[in-house]
């Protein structure tokens, strides 16, 4: 059972849509991270949330944290080829140690 | 150029043989971290080193080893190579805390024949 659930898995879309993706726990977070991983490259960090109900906004990309920190979204205004990528939720799990589970990631392609 | 390198980018090798990828960290990163990445398991957490000392295991196997060296980069080896150890291996470092996000190398390619 993976820790993060995101949706959808792959999402093919025109230049200039809108577009939402989501990452889902069944456990409290106490931040979230995001990142977008380009082809041939490693993940690189978009924004980290921390307080529940906070938006933040990043161009045309806007995150938002759920108040029960439990669940965040990701949306991109007219979005442009160069946005193509797989976009990755990650939280920081501190059990005795810390790291960060991804969530299993959005394959978002988006055509000219 | 995030700062976190990698080499080599691409490799290909046999079953049965061994392999060292080597990461380099963003300088005054003293935490390496070494993911492996494929299409059906995405990002699996494999080993952390803090400062030369391993701090935590994840989904690593025991023919996986790696090491951090007193200039902090670190190798991950990998032997005994068998075709599902195909991946793309990532290394990323932080600062103290991960709240502040991980910086990734490009990864190596590993493709088993």
């Known amino acids: 059972t993976q820790l993060l659930e995101q949706s959808p898995q792959f999402l093919s879309i025109q230049e200039g849509e809108n577009l939402t993706v989501y990452c889902n726990s069944s456990?409290?977070?106490?931040?979230l991270q995001w990142y977008r991983q380009e082809p041939g490259e490693g993940p690189v960090l978009l924004v980290t949330v921390v307080t529940g109900g906070e938006v933040k906004k990043l161009k045309r990309l806007t995150f938002q944290f759920g108040d029960a920190r439990k669940d965040s979204s990701l949306h991109i205004t007219a979005a442009q080829p160069g946005d193509t990528g797989l976009y990755l939720c990650a939280l920081p799990r501190d059990t005795g140690f810390q790291k960060l589970v991804f969530g299993t990631g959005t394959r978002l392609l988006v055509s000219p | 150029d995030s700062g976190v390198t990698q080499t080599p980018k691409h490799l290909i090798t046999a079953t049965g043989q061994r392999v060292t990828l080597r990461c380099s960290p963003r300088s005054g990163d003293l935490s390496v971290y070494w993911y492996q990445q494929s299409l059906d398991q995405g990002l699996q957490f494999l080993i952390q080193?803090?400062?030369?000392?391993?701090?935590a295991k994840g989904n690593i196997l025991e023919r996986f080893s790696a090491q951090q060296f007193p200039d902090l980069h670190s190798e991950l080896n990998l032997s005994s190579l068998e075709l599902g150890d195909s991946a793309l291996y990532f290394c990323?470092?932080?600062?103290?805390?991960?709240?502040?996000?991980?910086?990734f190398g490009s990864g190596t390619r590993l493709t088993v024949v």
């Open positions: 990323a470092s932080s600062v103290a805390s991960i709240n502040y996000g991980y910086t």
């Open positions: 080193y803090y400062n030369g000392e391993e701090r």
């Open positions: 456990s409290v977070f106490s931040s």
